[in-house]
């Protein structure tokens, strides 16, 4: 059974810093490109960051500069080092297995169930 569980989400303030982590059930990084979308309320979804299991990452324009994904392939573990955060980053953060190297929801074999980040102002 394929798992994907997302923790460190949290509430902090304009210009601070989360790690998120995203435990995995074996064997994804080798068959997947994983990688981090969030979701804002009343927005759609959009992809953040992506990683290959060897690779170079890719990042979303917003991103670049002040997110960093990474990988744990013996531990199974994705990360997402977040700094410098502002209130749009605000939402919640999904840990996700892909098809193909595309951050796009469409092409997303199995999402986690979301960690919240909140920035406030």
């Known amino acids: 059974q394929v798992q994907l569980e997302e923790s460190g989400g949290g509430s902090v303030q304009t210009g601070g810093s989360l790690k998120l982590s995203c435990a995995t059930s074996g064997g994804l990084f080798s068959r997947y490109y994983m990688g981090w979308f969030r979701q804002a309320p009343g927005k759609e979804r959009e992809g953040v960051a992506g990683?290959?299991?060897?690779?170079?990452?890719t990042y979303a324009a917003y991103a670049k500069g002040r997110f960093t994904v990474s990988q744990d392939i013996a531990r199974n573990i994705l990360y997402l080092e977040m700094r410098d955060l502002k209130p749009e980053d605000t939402g919640m953060y999904y840990c996700?297995?892909?098809?193909?190297?595309?951050?796009?929801?469409?092409?997303?074999?199995?999402w986690g169930q979301g960690t919240q980040v909140t920035v406030s102002s």
């Open positions: 990683i290959p299991s060897n690779g170079v990452p």
């Open positions: 996700a297995a892909m098809r193909r190297r595309q951050l796009s929801p469409r092409d997303v074999e199995y």
